[in-house]
């Protein structure tokens, strides 16, 4: 059973920070990628941010250059989110793709948390 557990999200105000964490457990048998997406009210969710297992590292056109994800070396990601806008108002959902024991490739997600901006 894999688990993701997502802290760090509240209420800022505009151009504040917030820093979200995410820590997974569980049988992972290898880890392809660790990233961030979130949904607003009556939209879709959408990609934020990723960092794949060979370094590389993804964002959003509209969080380049404010947002920062991050890995350690244990199953933790990380999302510094400066100068943020009312507009990144949504939940924010971390998102694990790895491998369980039978091989196969899967989706794993977060309970989501969130993060308000006020303006």
Do not use: H
């Amino acid at each position: 059973q894999v688990q993701l557990l997502e802290s760090g999200g509240g209420l800022v105000q505009a151009g504040g920070s917030l820093r979200l964490s995410c820590a997974a457990s569980g049988s992972i048998f290898g880890i392809s990628a660790m990233g961030w997406y979130r949904q607003a009210p009556g939209k879709q969710r959408e990609l934020v941010a990723v960092t794949t297992s060979g370094g590389r590292i993804n964002y959003a056109d509209s969080v380049k250059g404010r947002f920062t994800i991050s890995r350690d070396n244990a199953k933790n990601t990380y999302l510094q989110m400066d100068s943020l806008k009312p507009e990144d108002t949504a939940v924010y959902y971390c998102n694990l793709k790895g491998y369980n024991g039978g091989g196969s490739l899967r989706d794993y997600w977060g309970q989501g948390t969130q993060v308000t901006v006020s303006s």
